[in-house]
């Protein structure tokens, strides 16, 4: 049984900074690709952040590209997300999820993904 568990969230205030994590257990780490999803208030899952599984590539929504950075360490069975300049429209649910043999056009969709955790609240706001 694959176990997914995101943590780092909080209140953040626009234009700081928050690092999320999200490690796994009762698989294996090193074969999955890791993925960062959100969901806002009233809005739809949309897809964050994507790492595959030797790190070589990653993927980047158009809302949080330049400001926001996916990593993982596979000796750590955990992943990061680490999330610059945040602005109120970052205000979501994250969650992380994680996935085997997705070819590169299926990255960024939720339906591929195994396995998820819980979520993460993360609210940006003065």
């Known amino acids: 049984q694959v176990q997914v568990q995101e943590s780092g969230g909080g209140l953040v205030e626009p234009g700081g900074s928050l690092r999320l994590s999200c490690t796994t257990s009762?698989?294996?780490?090193?074969?999955?690709?890791m993925a960062w999803f959100r969901q806002g208030p009233g809005k739809e899952r949309e897809f964050v952040a994507v790492i595959r599984s030797n790190g070589g590539t990653t993927l980047y929504g158009d809302d949080v590209k330049g400001r926001f950075t996916i990593s993982r360490d596979n000796s750590k069975n955990t992943a990061y997300l680490q999330m610059n300049s945040l602005n109120p429209e970052d205000t979501a649910v994250y969650y992380c999820?994680?996935?085997?043999?997705?070819?590169?056009?299926?990255?960024?969709?939720?339906?591929?993904?195994?396995?998820w955790g819980q979520g993460t609240q993360v609210t940006v706001s003065s």
């Open positions: 009762g698989g294996a780490f090193r074969t999955y690709s």
């Open positions: 999820a994680a996935g085997q043999r997705l070819i590169l056009s299926s990255l960024r969709q939720a339906r591929h993904y195994d396995y």
